[in-house]
């Protein structure tokens, strides 16, 4: 028997009567809090205070490990020992792998720290373990107390109107999010978004604006004093190109329906398992790809590829960009790891002013994905990839170049 639209309701009706069973609701605490964390106009403030309170973490958690352990563990000991027991001091194997040093009055000099040193088992481990390490550990572990919490899916209500400027919806702050920890799996949850154009703008936005917890626990460590202009300058782009390419990008960004769970608990064992992971992911993704970028850098500048790159890019790097042409061997090296690019930057940091060194991290986030990102857009589809590709080298000159006028009308360039 066929049922028209209006008795299969009234079956649904009477098998919904007989079958469910309403309580009295009583309006608890929680309850009240959920709603007040929702609506903008309590919800905003929230959002900030909890954001806020998340990067104050973030920040002395990793500076305290960092600092207080891992500088004086590698620089004191582990970079001594190394110096003195691997053979061949003063030659390329050694430059590579232990300490590239410099020359001084005709003399080879040793480097007094990791981050200087640039090889391969000091300077590799030191922004692999020492900075990094603590970075993601602190943000997977304060990523996962909220999500286990419930408050993800409230901030996706909250910023569903701010992501729709740019044709995405509140859902696309969940791969913004993971993306701050790291770049792939960010893009592998942009497949949670509806359509082509979704997950087209959302994976072109996270390849160039959104530095991973690598790169920020890096600028956290070595440049505190700049990295709020750095953030605040990837954060505009963020928008500004979101906004366009939600204009030029052809197809729909639907509206989106979202499950508000109440808030709970959160379970040690969720945390544990989710943090466990994600950092298991980084020791089997990242450290690899930092001590190859280590390696492939120091071969370059062996070779004096690096310093050819510098004079051929240099009428680029300074009249357009207004940086130092020394900027060439860390924009190779973001191609394997951003974090080393950074922390390579800082090594340079007395060739530029502090606005230089502003232009030229804003440089390394927006330059080409590093490579296991840029294997994941591949992943998702060869015409996405070649079409985020073609975005990423016009915002790259763009913007960089903006960021330069910017500088030299404000008299800082």
């Known amino acids: 028997m066929k049922l028209s639209t209006g008795d299969r309701w009234d079956l649904i009706d009477k098998i919904s009567k007989e079958t469910v069973t309403f309580?009295?609701?009583?309006?608890?605490?929680?309850?009240?809090?959920?709603?007040?964390t929702v609506k903008p106009m309590t919800g905003i403030p929230v959002a900030i205070a909890i954001m806020y309170g998340f990067w104050s973490v973030f920040g002395s958690f990793a500076g305290f490990f960092t600092d207080g352990f891992f500088v004086r563990l590698f620089d004191a000991y582990w970079l001594p020992w190394l110096q003195e027991i691997f053979?061949?001091?003063g030659g390329?194997?050694?430059?590579?792998?232990v300490d590239a040093g410099g020359i001084e009055s005709g003399e080879f000099v040793l480097s007094s720290n990791c981050l200087e040193s640039f090889g391969v088992l000091t300077s590799g481990l030191f922004v692999a373990v020492g900075v990094v390490l603590p970075a993601i550990i602190i943000f997977y572990l304060m990523l996962a107390l909220l999500e286990d919490i419930g408050y993800m899916p409230r901030l996706a209500v909250l910023l569903d109107t701010v992501l729709h400027r740019v044709g995405l919806h509140g859902y696309a702050i969940v791969p913004t999010v993971l993306s701050l920890g790291c770049n792939v799996p960010g893009v592998a949850a942009t497949r949670i978004l509806e359509t082509k154009k979704q997950r087209f703008i959302m994976m072109t936005l996270l390849a160039i604006f959104i530095p991973c917890g690598a790169q920020i626990g890096i600028m956290q460590d070595l440049m505190p004093n700049l990295m709020g202009w750095i953030l605040l300058y990837l954060i505009i782009g963020y928008f500004i190109f979101g906004y366009i390419l939600n204009k030029i990008v052809p197809g729909k960004a639907p509206e989106f329906l979202i499950?508000?769970?109440?808030?709970r608990r959160p379970l040690l064992s969720?945390?544990?398992?989710?943090?466990?992971?994600?950092?298991?992911?980084?020791?089997?993704?990242?450290?690899?790809?930092?001590?190859?970028?280590?390696?492939?850098v120091g071969v370059?500048?062996?070779?004096?590829?690096?310093?050819?790159?510098g004079d051929a890019l240099a009428p680029v790097f300074v009249g357009w960009f207004g940086v130092p042409k020394e900027t060439a061997g860390p924009l190779i090296a973001a191609f394997l790891r951003k974090d080393l690019a950074v922390a390579q930057l800082d090594a340079i940091s007395d060739l530029m002013t502090p606005y230089q060194m502003i232009t030229a991290v804003v440089l390394v986030s927006i330059y080409f994905p590093?490579?296991?990102t840029f294997a994941m857009m591949l992943k998702e589809g060869w015409k996405e990839l070649l079409g985020a590709l073609a975005v990423l080298t016009v915002v790259v000159f763009a913007y960089g170049g903006l960021i330069h006028l910017i500088g030299i009308l404000l008299g800082v360039a």
Not at 92 to 97: D, G, P, Q
């Open 370 to 372: 590093c490579v296991a």
């Open 259 to 263: 499950d508000v769970p109440p808030y």
């Open 300 to 309: 370059l500048y062996q070779l004096g590829v690096i310093q050819f790159l």
């Open 270 to 296: 969720n945390i544990g398992k989710k943090v466990g992971g994600r950092v298991r992911g980084f020791f089997v993704v990242a450290i690899p790809f930092v001590l190859l970028g280590c390696a492939i």
């Open 23 to 36: 309580g009295a609701y009583k309006h608890t605490l929680k309850d009240a809090i959920g709603e007040l």
């Open 87 to 89: 053979p061949g001091q």
């Open 92 to 97: 390329w194997l050694y430059a590579i792998m």
